[in-house]
């Protein structure tokens, strides 16, 4: 596999698979943290209907099951295009690492025909067929089965972030899983579980409440509009808070295994300890990286500078340059080709093949670093990682204020705050910014990602597959053509979804 194959691949085919991936993964998000989102939602909505049986809580539920399914659709359509790619236009990372990557993504699709496709139709069609508890089942397990999908995408994801549980045979060229347990537990596959489903609950909360605005604004289904944002605005809140904590966490698993994506999204190059959190040049959080990173005020978070050319901890821990580590890959590298040719290309005693396969195991940590031309190469896009990671955190910030405030406003607490406003009669600005609060919720979960895959940069898998040495040896013309078709094919599938939404919306709920 590894041969100079991949050092002369075009580079224009390695800039547009990248661009097609990017395209189709940011696509796809649109569709994937409102189905997350608004499961929660239809949820609480049946739940009240169990409970209460009150004909209202069971409109209220299927109006937003209505929305959560026209979503629905297009997630699973962009998703299964999204998976194709990685055939198509990473092959030779699917080739390397298929026996690990593709596990997670097989479990996914298991889970996702048979658990969603099954519990999604009694859902839809099984009202007044089955029993209210069935149904009410039904409803959180199509939920269940989404999050469940997200979580063995995800899984694979924070992988490539963190490939753990696995051993590369250089026999066979390839990483071999040894533990599917390190692979489907791993902590940072845990963490980022957790931080991009709750930010997705968000999505749904923020979603719920513009449309719960837009019918106050309007004077309609007023009853259904103030009930719903409750939920909306409570879950809201909840997945806020909870985002954050997980986000926290997500920052010490990052410093640890990937500190230079951290030192980019802080513009960090220069380390220490006692390091601050920048809010933006100029003004920071004192202490607040430091604690961010390792939990700790006084805790090392070394910048970019010391990434490239080696530091030692204040607990005497040393960590090679950049320079150091190419040098091991190189070593890696050499000794494999050698370890082969020992072993399948001569009547060798062994010796030599054996003497190779301790070298390679030695610096195997290091392979992916012998192909690295230029130590500034492993330095992430540092602009983007920074105003990105603000952007995500800013908004975060402000969603917390915003559904705190739609609360009290709903329940009027505190009354002597509170209790002079009517939230069905408040003047029409107030409910535009709820509505224009809903693209400013998709550019926070997307500025995410833009920070968890930018910063990933220049690996396909870290420290192990560079981008150049993973995509598929192809024309860069043939990828060129399919980045314009899924363009025009995902914004026109963008632009009817809105338009269904829209047109279900209006319409209301069929009471």
Known sequence: MFNNLFLDIDAGMIDWSR?????????????VPLTLGLAVIM??????????????WKETAKFWQKLFGVNFAMGVATGIILEFEFGTNWSNYSWFVGDIFGAPLAVEGIVAFFMESTFVAVMFFGWNKVSRGFHLASTWLTGLGATISAWWILVANAWMQYPVGCEFNPDTMRNEMVSFAEVALSPFAVGKFCHTVTSSWIIGAIFCVGVCCWYLMKKRHTKLAVESMKIGAGVGLVAALLAGATGHKSGMDVAEVQPMKLAAMEALYDGGTEQGLKIIEGIEIPYGLSIMATNDPQGFVPGINDLLNGYTT??????PSVEEKIERGKKAIEALAKYREAKFGSSDDGKTAAANLEILKENMKYFGYGYIKDKNDVVPPVLINFWAFRVMVGIGCLFILFFAVILAVTYKFPKALFKKYDITT????????????????????????????????????????PTW??????????????????LILFTTMLAVEINILLKQIKKGPEV
Do not use: N
Request: net charge negative; proline share 4%.
């Open 43 to 56: 949820g609480i909505a049946e739940t009240k209907y169990y409970c209460t049986k009150d004909e209202f």
């Open 314 to 319: 204040p607990d005497g821990k040393v960590e």
């Open 469 to 486: 040495a993973a995509v598929s040896d192809l024309q860069s013309s043939s990828v060129m053509i399919t980045f314009f078709l899924f």
């Open 19 to 31: 661009a097609q991936f990017a395209l189709t993964a940011i696509y796809h998000w649109l569709f």
């Open 426 to 465: 408040l003047p029409a600005w107030h409910y535009w910014i709820a509505i224009l609060l809903i693209p400013l919720g998709y550019i926070g979960s997307e500025s995410g990602w833009l920070v968890a895959e930018f910063g990933r940069q220049p690996w396909t898998i870290q420290d192990m597959l």
